[in-house]
Each structure stands twice: as C-alpha cells, then as structure tokens.
C-alpha cells in the first residue's frame, strides 16, 4: 500500500478548549514520509513539532506535545481524524498554542478532509504490526490498554465512572470505514464537580455548552453552580435532576464510550505509522493511551522495520524451482530458498540455515556460524530478484553488485535459523544501476543489514 497525503489544503477556525483564544489549524498536503507535523506560526521562526509520543509532556485534559519551548495541545481529534482516513503525511499551521476544539468532536476535521481529499503518493506505507500481546495496566486507577495480533485495526472501549449518570458503556470500531460516522461525532464530555478545579488549574476557560457534552450527577449548591456559570459565561441552569444539561440531545445513547474510542485512535497516531492490531482499552484516558504510544515507538526506534511477516502454510510467490530460472547460482551457492513477498519497491526471501551447508565444516567445525559474507551475498541474491522483476526476459540478465556500504553484524546466524530477507530500493533505477537496501532477520531481530549498488547486465 502506498502512503497518502491530503488533495489540498484547508482551514478551521474556533475556540481553543483550553486557551479560550481564537484558533485557526491549516492542513496542508505533505512530502512522503513526512508524518504529522505541527507548525507554530505565531512563534519566531514558525517551529515545527513531530506528532510523535516520545514528545508527548502532559495528558490533563488532552494531549499536550512540547519539545524544547515549542507546546501543542489539544491535538488528538484532529489526529483520529487524519488516521482513522488514512492519511499518513500532513503538515498543520496553526497559530496558538492548541487546536481548536470547535464542536468538541472529530467530525469537523473528518468533513474537511473528505471534502480536500487524499492523494496516493509513490512511497511504501510502512505499518506497525502487532505480532504478540502488548498491555499496559494503571493498578491504581484500574485503567488498562491491551493490543492484540489483527490483519486489519480495530478498537474496543470500555468505560466506568461510578456514577449514576454515566456508569457503564461500551463502544467498538471493527473498520475504519465506521470512523466517519459512527465515530466522529463523538463530543467530548465533562461532569458539572470537575469544571471548577479544572478552571482553577487553568484550563477549560474555552469551553462551553457547544463543544462538551456537560455531566450533572452529584448534589451542587446554587450559588457554587452560580459561580461557574458565570466563570464559564453561560446562564445559569436549573437542575433538578441528574443528566445531561446540554440544549442537544445525545447523538448516540453511548456518545462518552465512543468519544473515548476516538482519544484512543487519536494517541495510538502518535506511533507515527498506521497499526495492524486489536486495541481493547478498560477506563482509558490520555495518560495511559499515550503511555502505550511511546512502547510502541521505544520498539520501533529499536530497529526501523520489523520483520516481515512469515507463513510457513502460505503459498510462495516463488518457490526454488522458479528461483532458478531466474538466479545463475547453483549448490553451494544458491542462498535463496523462496520468495514469499513481491512489491514494486521490495521483496521478502526466506533461507531455512542447516546444519548441513558446506560451509560449516571449516566455519567453524566447534561452533558453526554462517559467515557474514554469505548473509550479504543472500541478501543480493534476493534483491537481484527484485531488479530483475524490472525487466522482460529475466532469465537473459544477470545481477553484478558494484559497492557496498554500511554493513553491520548484529547476531550470529547458526544452524536451525530461519533467515527472512528484507531488500528494498533506496533509488529509482537509472541505467541498470540499483541502489538497495538490504536486511536479514532471525525471529524479530535484524542479525545482519547493508546498503549495496548492483548492475544488470544482458548476456551474451
């Protein structure tokens, strides 16, 4: 799958939830991997911030990014937006210190993009993919975020807040496809105790009636609800009896579940790559949902690209049979066993390490270990593969390799390995010439990776 951007631009403009400042947030198309950036145009220099978790300083309310004096808040729905759609770069301008909150849901920024469009663009869309079990657990307040192994990303919510109003929900998104209507319109909600600690603490001086749906559940004075009527600009409301004050009825009977639902994809977008998984969340909030985002960015800092995917079960694209009529090589020189991966701008390969290859009879005879030389020898033989997919005819070319460069060890490799190739193109070809990058891994872990130039070049 390719990566996309926005068609064009466009802007919005409303109240920050936060600042209570008037907010304008323009979207822009981006280059390839770009990712989400934000853009502080108000500040000197116009500094840009990366959507990412590692940035992430406060979760009080919203999701707070900051890196140096740089600060954003106020991002996740305009994030759930861009990444429920499948938008992967976007730039956005604004210019204050939070997004506007404007109805207090996603569907503001989700119409918009529908409405700009989304363009593909040339680069490979590179996905997290949940490959085992990953959990984070709040003992204290009971809150916890489990991802589990998926082909396609989806999201389960639940919620308890021990009140009589608001006590138990439940919300779920089995597609993205729902995110538009079913989630989106979701607004963010409060309780009538919370908003004077919260306007004491700073915050909230945005919001009101139109952009939160308001909670009344436990007894209040008149004259204290009097004064945060007025705090927050608003006639002061009569309430008899617990529920929802807001003019608007509910837009769904579970709105609060499903707002959450929507923080939850709003933050896990702070990974900066689209999820391959099941996300169950008990009690989530900011805090812990970003507290999973920078696990998950820990794991892939750790290594640039995971392994692919590996089904034995599953039918090769090319089996050894086709290799060869492919690849000159023949034993004790064939390093490519299948193919089970082919794209425009890479190829997987597979090779199943034995205790019977050749070379472990002097490499070493004590402790055998495959030399370093061949894993990068496998690995161009896999690439040649893909350089040859670019031409008709194939098994009249033969792949030379030029240079290589930035080689790096990393494990050793033994007998009963299981080596899966990754070989992808760092350049478009020109003149024959290929610029790839190549790695080898055993289980997750890369043991082997290098860059390397190689040649086609016709028989005679």
Not at 290 to 301: F, G
Request: charged fraction near 25%; proline fraction near 6%; include cysteine.
């Amino acid at each position: 799958m390719k990566q996309t951007t926005l068609g064009s631009s466009f802007s919005l403009t409303g109240k920050g939830l936060h600042s209570g400042c008037q907010l304008t947030a323009e979207f822009c198309p981006a280059p390839e991997n770009h990712g989400y950036k934000i853009q502080r145009i108000d500040l000197e220099g116009q500094p840009t911030l990366d959507c990412l978790a590692e940035n992430v300083v406060a979760t009080n309310r919203g999701t707070v990014l900051a890196r140096g004096e740089v600060k954003v808040s106020t991002i996740e729905h305009a994030l759930a937006a861009l990444y429920a759609l499948g938008v992967d770069n976007c730039l956005i301008k604004v210019n204050g210190p939070e997004l506007p909150i404007i109805n207090g849901s996603a569907s503001p920024f989700a119409e918009a993009i529908a409405a700009a469009g989304i363009v593909e663009q040339n680069a490979e869309r590179e996905f997290y993919v949940v490959k085992h079990k990953l959990e984070v657990v709040d003992e204290e307040s009971g809150s916890k975020i489990l991802i589990l192994p998926d082909d396609e990303f989806s999201v389960e919510v639940k919620v308890n807040f021990h009140s009589p109003v608001l006590a138990n929900q439940y919300a779920s998104m089995e597609h993205v496809s729902e995110f538009a209507k079913e989630i989106a319109p979701a607004r963010t909600f409060v309780f009538v105790r919370e908003i004077q600690p919260l306007l004491q603490a700073g915050l909230i001086k945005g919001g009101d009636l139109d952009n939160a749906i308001v909670i009344y559940d436990s007894p209040i004075v008149h004259d204290q609800l009097k004064a945060i009527a007025d705090l927050v600009g608003v006639e002061c409301p009569t309430l008899d009896t617990y529920g929802y004050i807001n003019p608007d009825p509910l837009q769904f009977e579970n709105e609060p579940a499903r707002h959450k639902l929507l923080d939850v994809i709003g933050d896990i977008a702070l990974i900066g790559r689209p999820l391959k998984g099941k996300i169950i969340a008990t009690k989530p909030g900011h805090g812990i949902n970003t507290a999973m985002a920078k696990d998950i960015r820990r794991d892939i800092k750790r290594q640039d690209i995971q392994c692919p995917v590996y089904d034995p079960n599953k039918e090769p694209v090319m089996d050894n049979n086709v290799i060869r009529t492919k690849l000159p090589h023949r034993y004790p020189f064939l390093l490519v066993d299948k193919i089970i991966e082919v794209a425009p701008q890479y190829i997987v390969g597979v090779k199943n390490v034995t205790t019977n290859e050749p070379f472990f009879q002097g490499h070493f005879p004590q402790e055998p270990v495959m030399p370093g030389v061949l894993l990068i020898e496998a690995m161009a033989q896999t690439g040649g593969l893909l350089v040859l997919g670019t031409v008709e005819e194939a098994e009249r070319y033969s792949t030379y390799f030029m240079k290589i460069d930035n080689v790096k060890f990393r494990q050793k490799v033994v007998p009963g390995d299981t080596l899966i190739f990754h070989v992808s193109f760092l350049t478009e070809m020109r003149r024959g010439c290929a610029v790839m990058k190549g790695r080898a891994f055993v289980g997750e872990k890369i043991v082997c990776e290098c860059e390397f130039m190689a040649q086609i070049i016709k028989n005679k």
